[in-house]
């Protein structure tokens, strides 16, 4: 008994120099630093003006791939991230909102890289599962492009 308290002991020992001497970061695997998407906060097409009502309302509500009303409105079918994030986005006024976690920082207008929407929907997002879940793709690089575009563009009711 005695011998293996003492070999506690050692290892106890070993491992406090290791640590001390910076030896014990070399035993974790390099995997390099946290890659992000890169993101900028300009319109990719400033001569074209990306519409709400007839751009932005399909892809949040009818994009097969993306759908964001089947979980996020309080009459959805599976209203899970209504419940959990309380963000609504069956209305204009309702997204803008925002929700429980992320308050107003859905969207910041002329802040795509900042807006947790966008975040949540690009590829990487920064905490929790990429939008929508359970479902891949979400949504295309086109659409990204054009939610991006719109924030950008002020996130206007147009």
């Known amino acids: 008994m005695r011998t293996f308290f003492r070999l506690q002991l050692a290892a106890l020992a070993l491992i406090g120099v290791g640590s001390a001497t910076g030896c014990i970061d070399s035993l974790e695997p390099d995997v390099g630093p946290l890659i992000r998407e890169s993101c900028f906060d300009e319109d990719s097409n400033p001569d074209v003006a990306v519409s709400y009502s007839e751009q932005i309302v399909p892809l949040l509500f009818e994009t097969p791939t993306a759908g964001c009303l089947e979980c996020h409105a309080p009459n959805a079918p599976t209203p899970e991230g209504y419940l959990i994030s309380g963000l609504d986005v069956s209305s204009y006024n309702a997204l803008r909102s925002g929700g429980n976690i992320a308050g107003t920082s859905v969207i910041i207008p002329?802040?795509?890289?900042?807006?947790?929407?966008?975040?949540?929907?690009?590829?990487?997002?920064?905490?929790?599962?990429?939008?929508t879940l359970n479902r891949r793709p979400v949504l295309s690089d086109e659409q990204t492009q054009l939610l991006h575009d719109w924030i950008v563009e002020g996130a206007q009711n147009n």
């Open 110 to 131: 002329g802040q795509p890289c900042e807006s947790i929407l966008l975040q949540k929907t690009a590829a990487g997002p920064p905490f929790g599962g990429r939008m």
